[in-house]
C-alpha cells in the first residue's frame, strides 16, 4: 500500500454556530477572517466554499465587483498559503428557491438557478479551481404529484450542460450522482448512510468509475435529520471502511482533498469549536494506519476458507487493539 498523503478541507460553514430546527445559535458567529486563521492554525490545506461564502450576497452585485471581491479573496487564500478545494452554488437560501431550483415549477425560478450556477463558475474560475459541487439540496418534491419526475431530469441535464458549456474546463461533482466525462461525484458519508447504503461500497462504486473528485466524511446515526457527526464518531467499523476503500482505490492521487462536512455538537463551548475538525482529522489518520496494518494476508486466506466469522472478529480486534 502506498504511503501517500493525504491533503484535508473544510468550508467556513464547518465552524457552525449550533443553531438547529429546535434553537437559535449558542456560539457567536465569527468572520471569514478568523475561520481562515482557524483552518491555517489547525494545518488544513484547502478550503471549501459556497459561491456567497466566496463573495457575501452575491445576487446583489455586478459582475465587475464579483470578479473583484473573488480575486481579493484569491490573494487572501494565497497569502495563507491556502487552496480553495471548490465552489459550490447554494441554491437553498433563496426565494426563488423554494419550491426547488433547477428542477422549480416556475420557468423563472429555473433561469435564476442557472444563472446563479454560472456564476458561481466565476467565482470558480477567479478562484483558481475547476470543481463545481452541485448539492441539490431542494431539487425533490413535497409531494409526488406536485412535479413531473421525468420533466425534472431534463431540467437537470439542461442546467449541468449550460454549466458545461460555460466553461469549457470546469468539473461538477454532483453529491452524489456520477455522470458523463466532466462530471463526477462527491460522496458524503451521512448522505449514503441516510439512503440505507455503505459509504464503503459507494467510495468503491465512484472510485471503480474513476468518479469521486471529492468527498465529505462525517458521521450520522440512523435515519434522523442530517448530522454531521465528527468522522467515526457514531460507527467506528463503517468508517475504517471507508478509509480502506479510499486507500484500496488511491484516493488523492489526482489531488483531491478529503474534506470534513462535519459540524460541532451543539453543547460546544467556544473554546472547544475547533474540536470536530482536528477530532475527524486524527480519527482518519488513525485510521489509515489501521487500514495500512491490518492483516490483508490472513484476511484473504480466511476469505479463501470463507470463513467470515474468524474475518469478523479480526476486523473487531484489529480495531479495538489487541
Ligand atoms: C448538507 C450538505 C452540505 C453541502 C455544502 C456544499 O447536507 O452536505 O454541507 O456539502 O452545502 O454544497
Ligand atoms: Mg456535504
Known sequence: MSKRNYKFCFGPWNISEGQDPYGSPVRPAQTFDWKLAALKKLGFDAMMFHDDDAVPDIDGKSDAQVRKESKLLKKKLADAGVAAEMVAPRLWFDPRTIDGAYTSNDPKCRKYAIERSLRCIDVANHLGTD????????????????????????????????????????????????????????????????????????????????????????????????????????????????????????????????????????????????????????????LVAKARSFDEKQAKALIKDRNYAALDQLVIEHLLGR
Open 131 to 286: 470543481l463545481i459541487v452541485l448539492w441539490l439540496a431542494r431539487e425533490g418534491s413535497y409531494i409526488r404529484e406536485s412535479k413531473n419526475a421525468r420533466k425534472c431530469v431534463d431540467y437537470l441535464v439542461e442546467a449541468i450542460d449550460a454549466m458545461l458549456a460555460h466553461d469549457k474546463k470546469i468539473r461538477i461533482s454532483i453529491e452524489p450522482k456520477p455522470d458523463a466525462k466532466r462530471v463526477g461525484c462527491l460522496i458524503e458519508s451521512a448522505h449514503s448512510i441516510l439512503a440505507g447504503l455503505d459509504t464503503a461500497d459507494d467510495i468503491d462504486f465512484a472510485m471503480s468509475f474513476g468518479k469521486l473528485w471529492s468527498l465529505h466524511l462525517n458521521d450520522q446515526n440512523g435515519l434522523k435529520f442530517d448530522q454531521d457527526k465528527p468522522f467515526g464518531s457514531a460507527n467506528l467499523r463503517v468508517a475504517f471502511n471507508q478509509v480502506r476503500a479510499l486507500e484500496r482505490n488511491g484516493y488523492g492521487k489526482n489531488g483531491e482533498y478529503v474534506c470534513f462536512d462535519v459540524h460541532p455538537f451543539r453543547p460546544t463551548k467556544v473554546e472547544h469549536w475547533l474540536a470536530h475538525l482536528d477530532n475527524s482529522r486524527r480519527t482518519f489518520l488513525k
